[in-house]
């Protein structure tokens, strides 16, 4: 079955800096791969989708990138704020059978 | 524009009990979505409605869980009988095309947090 791996341990960095989340998917690689951020008590929120024709995707401070070989897509926050604070989502949409499948999520912490 | 909203927002219930959660989602989308999400976990798709009828129901435990989209629109999640691995968060997404398979973005609810003791 598919798998979808994301840092499970939380990411704390500085105000400022860039972070850099990672989302590792095996077998079958996805037409879409989303990310969405996800505050505590709160439903997820969409950021960015990217196609799997598509190697990167930018969008203000957010960047993502897509690596079907690597079977891998990183999530970039640059100047990283504390209100950047919360999980963040991978998800896998298939087109064969319009699943939908998320990752676990990973923890950020930026601190002031 | 109105997000989606679902109701109650907290539930506790004892085991074998059952419980009902309800979902508008977003005037005009099509698609509807339950998820379950257990603590520490991401969320898990149970059912995808398109309209009124079911796209995927895979991961939906059919012996306790049933789920109906009456006129295309607001949709019902029922759970008889819970048990206590049912405790989580239920979200409700919606989305404006025809399936996730567009890669549509998906609005989510606040979800509806059931315990079950």
């Known amino acids: 079955s598919q798998k979808i791996e994301q840092n499970s341990e939380a990411l704390n960095i500085q105000e400022g800096k860039t972070a850099t989340l990672t989302c590792n998917y095996t077998?079958?690689?996805?037409?879409?791969l989303q990310w969405y951020r996800q505050d505590p008590g709160r439903g997820p929120v969409f950021l960015l989708l990217?196609?799997?024709?598509?190697k990167e995707k930018r969008k203000e401070r957010l960047k993502v990138t897509f690596d079907t070989t690597l079977k891998q897509s990183l999530f970039h926050i640059t100047a990283s704020q504390p209100a950047d604070s919360a999980t963040y989502l991978c998800?896998?949409?298939?087109?064969?059978?319009?699943?939908?499948?998320f990752g676990a999520g990973t923890r950020l912490f930026v601190k002031a | 524009e109105a997000g989606v909203a679902q109701s109650p927002r907290y539930k506790i219930i004892e085991k074998r009990q059952s419980v009902a959660f309800w979902c508008n989602p977003i005037?005009?989308?099509?698609?509807l979505y339950w998820y379950q999400q257990i603590l520490g976990q991401g969320p898990k798709l149970l059912i995808q409605?398109?309209?009124?009828?079911?796209?995927?129901d895979s991961q939906l435990p059919k012996d306790r869980f049933s789920a109906e989209r009456l006129k295309g629109v607001d949709s019902t999640l029922k759970i008889q009988p819970a048990k206590l691995e049912d405790s989580a968060v239920y979200l409700c997404?919606?989305?404006?095309?025809?399936?996730?398979?567009?890669?549509?973005?998906?609005?989510f609810g606040p979800g509806t947090r059931l315990l079950v003791l």
């Open positions: 997404a919606s989305s404006f095309g025809a399936s996730s398979g567009s890669g549509e973005t998906q609005y």
């Open positions: 077998n079958y690689s996805p037409a879409y």
């Open positions: 990217i196609r799997e024709n598509e």
């Open positions: 998800a896998l949409l298939y087109t064969g059978g319009f699943k939908t499948i």
């Open positions: 005037s005009g989308h099509a698609t």
């Open positions: 409605f398109q309209n009124n009828g079911v796209v995927d």
